[in-house]
């Protein structure tokens, strides 16, 4: 790399940190607050009494958790060992990855109020048609069977083991994080905030640097012939280059910043922002293990189509 490319690749990686720093601090304090005062866990509680109003429960803790598709992973397993319905784990399941109050203020901030506005949207419509369609399948046959495969795991004194016990037992890797409590609720919101800074820093900031090589080095005419067109093999294109990317809902922002300045289509680059995080490899690895095939198989398959149509849409109108 000759040195006038490094420092254009440089001046666009300042230019980011200057332009999001302060958003960055403002989402990971909210993120702080929500699990200081337990927030995500009041509402999550609440999902098990809910019947069928469950599923729009579900979808508002994935808008109010800010945890990616591998992050919800502990959630869902200690639901599904709760013996939570299916549709409110598959709706909390598709949100959560796309919309957090941090991903929120972030995208306000890297892409502007109207894709804020549009990934919030397009989070709600992908969680409840998720959770209608899973509760839909379940009633005419096709999901009538038990869909996951985890079983309890249960201590030495009888009690339920933790999801990472669970998850290891299975062979799932989930992520272990011990929260240790505070005398001060004041203390417990700052390492609580310390802790989402350094996990949605470290993304966000490798986010930043692939952002300035795509705006730096990547050509126009790729993007014009992938992803650039008004039309649906853009739509196509852009969900399936989302599908095995590890982007979740905050290194998502920026990539997008980076493609929306070398031409992607507007209806593509909607698909792209809510199919790649709910579609990352990993995550699908995980569910793999998690559920039966059927059910992974129409998770992926939802999740990709309603991205394709709401793009679509985006693109109608434009």
């Not at 079983?151 to 004194?157: A, G, H, R, T």
């Not at 680059?269 to 059910?295: C, D, I």
Request: proline share 5%; net charge positive.
């Amino acid at each position: 790399m000759s040195d006038s490319i490094f420092i254009q690749v440089f001046n666009v990686i300042q230019d980011e940190i200057l332009k999001m720093w302060w958003f960055f601090l403002l989402s990971i304090l909210l993120v702080g607050i929500i699990k200081g005062y337990k927030i995500d866990l009041r509402i999550r509680d609440s999902i098990n009494r809910a019947g069928f109003w469950g599923i729009p429960i579900a979808v508002a803790v994935g808008m109010v958790s800010p945890l990616c598709a591998c992050g919800i992973l502990p959630v869902v397993i200690s639901l599904a060992m709760m013996g939570t319905p299916l549709a409110p784990l598959m709706a909390l399941l598709v949100t959560s990855p796309v919309m957090g109050p941090d991903a929120l203020l972030l995208t306000y901030r890297g892409l502007g109020a109207d894709w804020a506005l549009m990934k919030f949207v397009g989070a709600g419509i992908l969680g409840l048609t998720s959770g209608m369609l899973v509760l839909w399948l379940q009633r005419s046959g096709y999901l009538a069977s038990d869909m996951v495969r985890l079983q309890p795991v249960y201590k030495d004194d009888g009690t339920l083991a933790t999801a990472a016990e669970i998850g290891a037992a299975h062979g799932i890797k989930v992520k272990r994080m011990q929260v240790i409590p505070r005398d001060s609720r004041v203390r417990f919101i700052f390492d609580r905030t310390v802790d989402a800074g350094l996990f949605v820093g470290k993304y966000l900031l490798l986010a930043i640097i692939l952002e300035a090589i795509i705006v730096t080095l990547v050509p126009i005419s790729w993007i014009t012939f992938l992803v650039g067109q008004h039309n649906f093999q853009s739509l196509f294109a852009a969900a399936f280059i989302g599908l095995p990317l590890p982007t979740n809902q905050i290194p998502i922002i920026p990539i997008m910043a980076g493609l929306l300045e070398r031409g992607i289509d507007t209806g593509a680059g909607l698909t792209l922002l809510l199919a790649g995080p709910v579609t990352s490899l990993p995550a699908m690895l995980a569910l793999w293990a998690m559920f039966q095939k059927r059910l992974v198989l129409v998770f992926v398959a939802h999740a990709l189509s309603v991205s394709i149509l709401l793009g679509w849409i985006l693109q109608s109108f434009l």
